[in-house]
């Protein structure tokens, strides 16, 4: 039988810190850049895959219901809606997304959603908790409105545009993670030295990046819950703030952790005295034997 090889734990990998605790961003902030670069990688991935999934829940399935819904002709031409129906038509009403034809503009239906598009004579309106805005049409170019047309658009173009939406929300991150941790290495940096516990610029640095990580998980959670219908709009808008502070947080908090002075071990109630030491030997000559005959 073959002896068991070394068990050097210094010789195994190190395990990948989480970011979803005071001591894990820490971890990330004091080790080599590569685990935070592997951290912030999966993080955007994720958070692109969970808001790609969400608008097409919320609003992408509404978009193809409202196409299927369109009459046979119709369209918007030189800024203007032609439209051979005066009467408003409800295209597809939802929790998420109301699309309504309103050629005279009247906004008294599709109001049950968290927004509102209505195609209007000359503009787009567009409804939410804010209230009523509208967008005019481009002067220029021809938009159709039949069903046929509408609907082979949106089937063209739906995986692309989803692609496209996923590799433009990994940017924005990667946009936003960089400007916000220039703007929050100074503050951290200059608050732990006045504490008196400083940290270095590249610790700071790594530290005001991990940090960010732990708000970006609870954004993307509160998009998954919103678009399974388990939190509401204002819900969802409430999280946009306390997901900033979210950041602030975990960066104090790994701060705290990075500087604090390490704990001596608890003594060892089982262990048992050390001995005493043995006095040390003197230069005293021994005394002669009485019971040796002499030579």
């Known amino acids: 039988m073959d002896a068991p090889g070394p068990t050097d ?26 685990r935070l670069r592997i951290w912030q990688t999966l993080i955007a991935a ?12 919320t609003w992408g399935r509404a978009l193809e219901h409202a196409a299927a819904s369109l009459p046979a002709r119709g369209e918007i031409r030189q800024g203007a809606l032609v439209w051979e129906h005066p009467a408003p038509l409800v295209l597809h009403q939802g929790a998420f997304l109301s699309l309504v034809i309103d050629p005279h503009g009247t906004r008294e239906i599709g109001q049950a959603a968290d927004v509102t598009l209505s195609l209007e004579a000359s503009h787009l309106g567009i409804r939410s908790l804010f209230g009523w ?12 409105l039949s069903r046929t047309e509408a609907s082979a658009q949106i089937a063209a173009w739906r995986t692309p545009l989803l692609a496209l939406l996923g590799a433009l929300i990994v940017l924005g991150l990667a946009i936003a993670w ?73 960066a104090a908090g790994g701060a705290w952790k990075l500087t604090r002075p390490p704990a001596s071990p608890p003594a060892n109630p089982f262990r ?8 040390a030997p003197t230069d005293a000559v021994a005394p002669e034997n009485p019971f040796i005959s002499p030579r």
């Open 46 to 57: 994720i958070s692109a895959g969970i808001l790609v999934w969400a608008f097409q829940a």
């Open 272 to 279: 048992p005295p050390d001995p005493e030491p043995l006095p």
């Open 178 to 250: 960089l400007a916000l941790a220039l703007l929050h290495t100074p503050i951290l940096a200059t608050a732990a030295f006045l504490v008196g516990r400083p940290l270095s610029l590249g610790v700071a640095w790594q530290l005001a990046q991990a940090a960010l990580l732990p708000g970006a998980l609870l954004m993307a959670a509160a998009v998954a819950l919103y678009a399974s219908r388990q939190l509401s709009l204002v819900g969802l808008l409430v999280a946009l703030p306390l997901h900033l502070v979210a950041g602030w947080i975990f």
């Open 133 to 144: 805005t509208q967008v005019p049409y481009p002067r220029n170019g021809r938009f159709s």
């Open 9 to 34: 734990t210094d010789s195994r990998p190190h395990a990948l810190p989480l970011p979803t605790t005071f001591g894990g961003v820490a971890a990330l902030a004091s080790g080599p850049p590569t």
